[in-house]
């Protein structure tokens, strides 16, 4: 299998910090909610349910980049080891993840792209087994 699922999650994670980045302007630190009120630092956005505004809040740039952060380490350890020309050859003759030894790609990877699953560039291969068979 080739290595798609990876160059694919990290074109996500690249938009998501990026978009994240645009979004903090003065970097000027967390977003709150006030009941109807989200203070995003530099403006207040009102009129929200409240319930909606500690959504937006709770995710402020600084938390989608420690997101991103922590992922990238996820996607970085699990990493493709292809069965062919490996000298230690998985037991199955398969391609294996190098961080588990599970089938590759493994449950954490699927489990990551699971999030992007409306991204017109997401393979349906990539759902979980438990999503596929329901």
């Not at 302007?25 to 319930?51: E, I, K, N, R, Y």
């Not at 970085?76 to 199955?92: C, I, K, N």
């Not at 790609?105 to 759902?127: G, I, K, R």
Request: hydrophobic share 35%; proline share 7%; aromatic share 6%.
């Amino acid at each position: 299998m080739s290595d798609d699922l990876t160059e694919f999650l990290r074109k996500r994670l690249d938009e998501d910090a990026e978009l994240a980045g645009r979004c903090d302007g003065d970097g000027c630190g967390q977003w709150t909610a006030h009941g109807h009120t989200v203070d995003f630092c530099q403006v207040d956005l009102s009129g929200l349910h409240p319930t909606i505004a500690e959504h937006v809040a709770l995710h402020d740039p600084a938390r989608v980049l420690r997101e991103v952060a922590a992922k990238r380490r996820i996607l970085t350890r699990h990493v493709l080891s292809p069965a062919v020309g490996d000298p230690e050859l998985p037991w199955d003759n398969r391609d294996d993840c190098n961080w588990d030894g599970e089938a590759w790609p493994c449950a954490d990877l699927l489990d990551l792209a699971l999030p992007y699953s409306d991204h017109p560039d997401f393979q349906e291969q990539w759902l979980p087994h438990q999503i596929r068979t329901r």
